[in-house]
């Protein structure tokens, strides 16, 4: 039973900020990395950024230096700083995470539910 259950979306102007987060839950071996990625409506699901448990991180170019991805190992939780924000950027937005098991030891990809993101002039 592992689960992940993201927060902080919601609707903002162009230029504004927002900040998710995603909290995993469960038996837990390990985590290896998370990520955000995002879909709008009849487009495919993006790589918004990812990171590993060590730290290291990827972002897509379209929100470089815009979006800051970080994380809480104690808490296992992820977080996505959303900054200077603008239309393109609206999209439901899901938390993926790379996980081992703590019962099984088996790794497996989970998501979230997904949390929707509105930008707006």
């Known amino acids: 039973q592992v689960q992940l259950v993201e927060s902080g979306g919601g609707s903002v102007q162009t230029g504004g900020s927002l900040r998710l987060s995603c909290a995993v839950s469960?038996?837990?071996?390990?985590?290896?990395?998370m990520g955000w990625y995002r879909q709008a409506p009849g487009k495919q699901r993006d790589l918004v950024a990812t990171?590993?448990?060590?730290?290291?991180?990827n972002y897509a170019a379209s929100v470089k230096d815009r979006f800051i991805i970080s994380r809480d190992n104690a808490k296992n939780t992820v977080y996505l700083q959303m900054n200077s924000l603008k239309a393109d950027d609206t999209a439901v937005y899901y938390c993926?995470?790379?996980?081992?098991?703590?019962?099984?030891?088996?790794?497996?990809?989970?998501w979230g539910q997904g949390t929707q993101v509105t930008v707006s002039s």
């Open positions: 469960g038996s837990i071996a390990s985590i290896n990395a």
């Open positions: 990171i590993t448990w060590g730290g290291s991180t």
């Open positions: 993926n995470a790379d996980i081992i098991s703590g019962s099984e030891y088996y790794r497996s990809d989970y």
